[in-house]
Every structure is written in structure tokens, then in C-alpha cells.
């Protein structure tokens, strides 16, 4: 886990849906999930179709995909995310805009030092609990240090188990 100017991130070994499924309840209390990625597709309308086509309700409001902490779960449960995912757990309903490209968490996120500080202004204008993608690791974000200690002792029992 590293620190910059109160924003904890890292990375863990896995994905966002099997983080999602198998610790849900241990999650931090959030109003509603912002999807920002499914598969490596970012376009809200394909994500919309995908959510649709699994069945899951979601609002699609100003280029933010929205669904509610159960939606959330069943999406996760039924296998949407499947790697190239990012959600964000939201303290609010509804962050009043999208999240730029240059905001998002994925792809080189802690290699670009250049973009910490346009991020975490995203994460605290969005009210973000919680950001979660995933690729080649599961990569984390949020401004509280108990999730991040939560997520950091997660990739410490995984470690002992292997």
C-alpha cells in the first residue's frame, strides 16, 4: 500500500468481480456503484447492453452507469466482471458527472505519479469510497485508511494460504 496526500492505493492479486463476490459484506457501506469499465469496454451504452443482457437493472445518468449495492452483488455473483472491469463505491447517489479517462483508475495508475493529483480530486469530488480495477492485478484507491487496511490484511491471508 502506498500513500500520497491521504489517497491509499495498491495493488492485490485478483479481480474485481471475485473481490466483489466472495467479501460483498465486508465491503464499506456505499449508496450506489459507478461502472466504469466492464471488459476493457468503456462506452455507458455497451456497458448499459451488457448489464441488460445479465439481466441486471442499472441507471444510466450523464455518462455514469449506476447500480444499487444489491445490483452491484448480483452482477458480481452472475459473472459480469470478468477481468478489464472498474467500479467505484459512492457515498452518494449520484456524483453529478462522469469520470474523465485521465481520472481512471486502470491501466499504469501507479506508475503515472503525474496523475495522482487529478485523481484523488476526482475520488473526493465524486465522493468515492472505494475504486477498484482490474487487468493484470486488482488494482485499489480510496481516502480511508481502514479500507485500505481492510484490502492490505485480504492480500495478507491470501499470501499465507498459498
Known amino acids: 500500500m502506498k500513500?500520497?496526500?491521504?489517497?491509499?492505493?495498491?495493488?492485490?492479486?485478483?479481480?474485481?468481480?471475485?473481490?466483489?463476490?466472495?467479501?460483498?459484506q465486508q465491503m464499506p457501506t456505499f449508496v450506489s456503484a459507478m461502472v466504469l469499465s466492464i471488459d476493457s469496454t468503456r462506452n455507458p451504452s455497451d456497458i448499459l447492453a451488457i448489464l441488460e443482457w445479465h439481466k441486471i437493472e442499472s441507471r444510466l445518468e450523464a455518462e455514469a452507469l449506476l447500480l444499487t449495492p444489491e445490483k452491484l452483488y448480483r452482477a458480481a455473483r452472475v459473472g459480469v466482471f470478468?477481468?478489464?472491469?472498474?467500479?467505484?463505491?459512492?457515498?452518494?447517489?449520484?456524483?453529478?458527472?462522469?469520470?474523465?479517462?485521465?481520472?481512471?483508475?486502470?491501466?499504469?495508475?501507479?506508475?503515472?505519479?503525474?496523475?495522482?493529483?487529478?485523481?484523488?480530486?476526482?475520488i473526493k469530488e465524486t465522493r468515492c469510497i472505494l475504486a477498484?480495477?482490474?487487468?493484470?492485478?486488482?488494482?485499489?484507491?480510496?481516502?480511508?485508511?481502514?479500507?485500505?487496511?481492510?484490502?492490505?490484511?485480504?492480500?495478507?491471508?491470501?499470501a499465507r494460504e498459498e
Open 82 to 122: 470478468t477481468g478489464f472491469d472498474e467500479v467505484w463505491l459512492l457515498e452518494r447517489d449520484w456524483p453529478k458527472q462522469g469520470v474523465p479517462l485521465s481520472s481512471r483508475l486502470g491501466e499504469g495508475f501507479e506508475r503515472s505519479q503525474e496523475r495522482l493529483p487529478t485523481f484523488e480530486a476526482c
Open 3 to 24: 500513500t500520497e496526500s491521504g489517497l491509499y492505493y495498491g495493488t492485490l492479486q485478483g479481480e474485481v468481480g471475485e473481490l466483489l463476490s466472495q467479501h460483498f
Open 132 to 158: 477498484l480495477a482490474d487487468g493484470c492485478d486488482l488494482a485499489y484507491a480510496t481516502l480511508d485508511g481502514a479500507v485500505a487496511a481492510f484490502l492490505e490484511g485480504l492480500a495478507n491471508t491470501t
